[in-house]
């Protein structure tokens, strides 16, 4: 596409508080270990209660505390990631007036931007402060060439009338996990033993501990103004140190006031506090703020570099970057080497940034551009195989149980109860029963291994992974002799509005169809295991997981006679008696109201009862396997589910969901690409304005959809270009919505870079001249062996 302009910066042009909780999310900055919310400094500057508009959120990834809370009249012991001391205070006064707040000012113009292909977050004000006019262009980056590194700069432009100006800087330990009020139960003060020091050339440094008393963090600031030699004095109120200085105007009237900020937790600090703020203190980086910058810079141009994003429709490719950069501000280089998964708000108070399932959305995407952090995300679950074998035992299975929502320990993280905010009661939670995360898992194994072809990542943690899963899922499954099936009883699906049968006295819903589809991949998936590797290989496995010939039997037996729920023998069912459930209102669907779920246990009513859906459910096995391995998968089973029947499938699912959770559109993109094009773009396109074009008052307040953002980029990939992994090559069946418009992406498999580029309903396929080796690609005409420097044209499908 030549060197056309890229569009890569989003920006806001004007200045909305009601609005900016939101904006704090969307331009939120992070390189995989820490992460921050695009808070404005001067907010930090003040008590928190004096700018209910703003949130400075800071975090670092992993770093949970599990203090115990009481919730509801009993304790409860539960994982939440810590918002870290905020570090970012920094306002000034003139010539001895009024602190500068934005809310404070005669705003005349107003620019704030996020720049995706350097990950610079910049600010340019124009206002008027004691009579004064001023500017003020800030700039920050959470570095992504130095892990623990932050920095903030302003550049002030001060009017000759002006003689003095006081600044200030705050760190402040007294923060809390407050981002989520009807979370409040369940978080409040987290540090403790919080000690604060500084220093009168600005720098300053901070300790403070979690409940676990091995949990330490320390944190050095440093206040730099080049030009000047100033003396700052310190004031500590309670675990707040606020320093200022005086100055006089520069004789340019240029201002530079920088703030550097490092942070290191657990055993990247010495034991003891007193060693470990000395050391950071002295550790705090020299080098100029070009030199910074350029290396940040420079570092965001290398990871760009493998994952290419050109759209002829600029607003589209905006869109994309910005869910890829965001994705990989949550795992990046840096996030290699430390235990840390995938959560689904970003590495903020979002879930308590606990870790769900979303990395199934993330994986096709990571393992074909960034296959070591995919890797480092496996090794996340694989580290808590043996907790999750545990948790089976004590569960009275076999296999691996791994939890639905996760932290640090392996055990599950599910909060008991949810506050509903429409009735002021709490609700049971009983989402721990949505046991299909162990396929989604497996899945994710599968798909790593597909894209890198390593032999000794399926004999190992891979392998492992898949094999156990399969167990838990063997071990599950009851027969039923007057079905002559396996049946699977006591889960939740992924939609969250159906936890039971109205009125049953326990929570579980029986034989959901997404669930056991993916039970009988995981089992088909782990006996192609052992299929695959070289005897020997397969032999160790075996012998180190204890498989019997019986097991591998009965896995075979259950893979081929596990039960599905079909309605008029061809529709597949949401779970078994869904479709007895009450017809719900239109206006429910459709309507303008509250949250579903919240809005009927007001009214003392459940979405149990209802023939509704949060999210699509049973879609998402059509949405994560093709319809002739899904047709395949059914045959297997005895049924028979060709075209006609998923159409029908579909439209009757279709008709029931209420889209309430951010995925629903992702997953009904995929599901419907290769039967209805104009339908998923449709959904395609509400999936891409998740965030950017929520209302100020929306859940991206909370951190942005992190899994719808990877799941559209996974719809463009695995659906539209037609991208899909397998043994035998390359499957790239391309059926592109024509409203996508020319498009080129880049992916890596089996070490073989390709790039497609999509033209007039044609889809290229190039290998690079530099690959090792040929590329086999299946695709409608049959087999091509794609040799180093070689290209294929490939038609999309037109009759969707």
């Given at each position: ?12 042009d004007?200045?909305?508080p009601?609005d900016?909780?939101?904006?704090e999310a ?24 004096r700018?209910?508009?703003h ?23 539960m994982?939440?990631?810590v918002?870290?001391?905020?570090p970012f205070?920094?306002?000034?006064a ?13 705003l ?7 720049a995706?292909?350097s990950g ?5 004000l124009?206002f008027?402060l ?24 302003w550049e ?9 100006l006081?600044?200030?800087?705050v ?19 987290r540090?403790?033993d ?10 300053a ?9 091995q949990?330490?963090?320390?944190m050095?600031t440093?206040v ?13 109120a ?8 005086e ?6 009237g240029?201002?530079i006031?920088e703030?550097?900020?490092?942070v ?26 070009i ?13 760009w ?13 905006l ?16 996030s290699v ?9 970003g590495w ?8 769900f399932?979303?990395e199934l ?5 990571l ?26 035992r ?5 296999g ?7 932290a ?17 009661r ?8 949505q046991?299909?995360i ?11 291994y ?46 969250e ?6 009125d ?11 669930t ?33 010939a ?32 009450q ?11 509250p ?5 009927l ?18 879609l998402?096995?059509?949405h994560?396997?093709?319809?002739p ?8 089973l ?21 889209h ?8 009904c ?9 104009p339908?998923?773009w449709t ?5 891409l ?8 008052n929306?859940g ?10 990877c ?8 659906h ?23 498009l ?22 190039t290998s690079?001249?530099?690959?090792q ?18 290209a294929?044209?490939v038609p ?5």
């Amino acid at each position: 596409m030549g060197n056309r302009q890229v569009p890569c910066k989003l920006l806001f042009d004007h200045y909305d508080p009601a609005d900016e909780r939101r904006r704090e999310a969307l331009l939120a900055q992070g390189n995989g270990l820490l992460s921050c919310r695009a808070s404005a400094p001067e907010a930090s500057a003040w008590p928190a209660a004096r700018d209910g508009d703003h949130y400075a959120g800071f975090y670092r990834a992993g770093w949970y505390d599990q203090a115990p809370r009481e919730v509801n009249g009993r304790e409860v012991q539960m994982a939440a990631l810590v918002n870290l001391p905020d570090p970012f205070g920094l306002s000034f006064a003139l010539d001895g007036g009024d602190w500068f707040r934005l809310d404070g000012v005669e705003l005349h113009e107003y620019r704030q931007s996020l720049a995706l292909d350097s990950g610079l977050l910049e600010r340019e004000l124009e206002f008027e402060l004691g009579g004064h006019r001023l500017r003020l262009h800030e700039t920050r980056f959470v570095s992504m060439a130095a892990s623990q590194l932050v920095v903030l700069r302003w550049e002030l432009n001060i009017p000759p009338q002006v003689d003095r100006l006081r600044l200030r800087t705050v760190l402040n330990g007294g923060v809390t996990n407050a981002a989520i009020r009807r979370n409040q139960a369940y978080e409040g003060p987290r540090l403790r033993d919080v000690v604060l020091q500084h220093e009168e050339d600005g720098r300053a440094a901070l300790g403070a501990g979690l409940a676990d008393d091995q949990r330490r963090l320390v944190m050095a600031t440093q206040v730099l103004t080049p030009g000047m030699d100033l003396r700052w004095q310190g004031r500590q109120a309670e675990q707040r140190l606020q320093q200022e200085a005086e100055c006089r105007r520069p004789a340019d009237g240029r201002l530079i006031i920088e703030k550097r900020v490092l942070v290191r937790v657990d055993q990247e600090r010495p034991a003891e506090d007193r060693v470990a703020l000395a050391q950071l203190l002295e550790q705090l980086p020299g080098d100029s703020f070009i030199h910074l910058h350029r290396a940040h810079s420079t570092a965001w141009a290398r990871l760009w570099q493998r994952m290419r994003i050109d759209a002829d429709d600029a607003r589209l490719e905006l869109t994309l970057r910005f869910h890829a950069f965001h994705l990989l501000q949550t795992v990046s280089p840096h996030s290699v080497g430390h235990d840390i998964g995938f959560p689904p708000r970003g590495w903020t108070e979002g879930y308590y940034g606990q870790v769900f399932w979303d990395e199934l959305f993330a994986f096709p995407f990571l393992a074909t551009h960034f296959p070591e952090l995919a890797r480092s995300l496996l090794d996340y679950r694989h580290r808590r195989l043996d907790k999750a074998r545990e948790r089976a035992r004590r569960a009275g299975l076999r296999g691996a149980l791994f939890p639905w929502r996760s932290a640090r320990s392996g055990e599950e993280e599910t909060p008991p109860r949810q506050f509903n905010p429409m009735s002021g009661r709490w609700m049971a939670d009983h989402t721990y029963l949505q046991r299909h995360i162990g396929s989604a898992v497996a899945y994710d194994a599968w798909q790593l291994y597909l894209a890198t072809g390593d032999e000794a990542l399926l004999a190992g943690p891979a392998g492992e992974i898949i094999i156990e899963v399969a167990r838990f899922w063997a071990s599950l499954a009851r027969f039923d002799p007057a079905r002559q099936r396996y049946l699977i009883g006591g889960v939740i699906g992924p939609d969250e509005y159906h936890n039971g049968y109205p009125d049953a006295a326990e929570p579980g819903l029986d034989n959901n169809a997404y669930t056991n589809l993916m039970a009988v991949w995981t089992l088909c998936r782990a006996l192609q295991v052992l299929e695959l590797l070289p005897e020997s290989r397969a032999a160790e496995l075996a012998d180190r997981l204890q498989l019997t010939a019986d097991e591998l039997s009965r896995w075979t037996q259950i893979s081929r006679r596990m039960y599905l729920p079909f309605i008029d023998e061809d529709v597949l069912n949401q779970f078994d008696g869904f479709e007895q459930l009450q017809a719900p209102p239109q206006q429910w669907l459709h309507g303008d109201r509250p949250r579903l779920d919240w809005m009927l246990e007001a009214r003392h009513d459940s979405s149990d009862r209802y023939q509704l859906t949060k999210q699509a459910d049973a879609l998402m096995a059509y949405h994560l396997l093709s319809p002739p391995a899904l047709e395949a998968l059914c045959e297997r089973l005895g049924y028979h589910h060709d075209e006609k029947s998923q159409r029908r499938t579909l439209a009757y699912h279709l008709a029931r969901i209420t889209h309430e959770s951010s995925l629903s559109n992702v997953v009904c993109a995929g599901a419907l690409a290769a039967v209805d094009g104009p339908a998923s773009w449709t959904y395609f396109q509400q999936a891409l304005n998740t965030d950017l074009h929520a209302p100020g008052n929306s859940g991206t307040q909370e951190g942005v959809h992190l899994g719808a953002m990877c799941g559209a980029l996974d719809v463009l990939q695995r659906h539209y270009l037609g991208v899909r992994l397998e043994l035998d090559g390359l499957h790239i069946f391309p059926a592109a919505p024509p409203a996508l418009g020319d498009l080129t992406w880049q992916l890596v498999y089996r070490q073989a870079w390709i790039e497609l580029q999509l033209r007039g309903g044609q889809l290229r396929v190039t290998s690079h001249g530099d690959n090792q080796r040929s590329v086999p690609v299946q695709h409608a005409a049959g087999l091509s062996l794609l040799e180093p420097g070689q290209a294929l044209l490939v038609p999309c499908r037109v009759d969707v």
